[in-house]
């Protein structure tokens, strides 16, 4: 059973910066894709970034320019550092891997508010 813990979320000013969090266990981390994910109050959960097990990125265009997924496969962690955060960014924020998203294993995510 994969176990996924988000934190670094909180309360920023328009313009702020986070660096999101996400540790993994129970799975081999290293050979999966892992995507963070958001969802906003009354909206669908959208995915807005990506990276490859082999590092390789992509980003939703509304994140493009200001949110990079870094991975550190020996912690098991994958990150989302947000920069220039609009209030619209506001949502509670979770990863996932494929599998993860396929079998609706989600984990508790993290709350991101930009005030403006």
């Known amino acids: 059973q994969v176990q996924l813990l988000e934190s670094g979320g909180g309360l920023v000013q328009a313009g702020g910066s986070l660096r999101l969090s996400c540790a993994a266990s129970?799975?081999?981390?290293?050979?999966?894709?892992m995507g963070w994910y958001r969802q906003a109050p009354g909206k669908q959960r959208e995915l807005v970034a990506v990276?490859?097990?082999?590092?390789?990125?992509n980003y939703a265009d509304s994140v493009k320019g200001r949110f990079t997924i870094s991975r550190d496969n020996a912690k098991s962690t994958v990150y989302l550092q947000v920069n220039s955060l609009k209030p619209q960014d506001t949502a509670v924020y979770y990863c996932?891997?494929?599998?993860?998203?396929?079998?609706?294993?989600w984990g508790q995510g993290t709350q991101v508010t930009v005030s403006s």
């Open positions: 996932n891997s494929p599998l993860g998203v396929a079998r609706g294993s």
């Open positions: 129970g799975s081999i981390f290293s050979a999966d894709d």
């Open positions: 990276i490859s097990s082999g590092g390789v990125t």
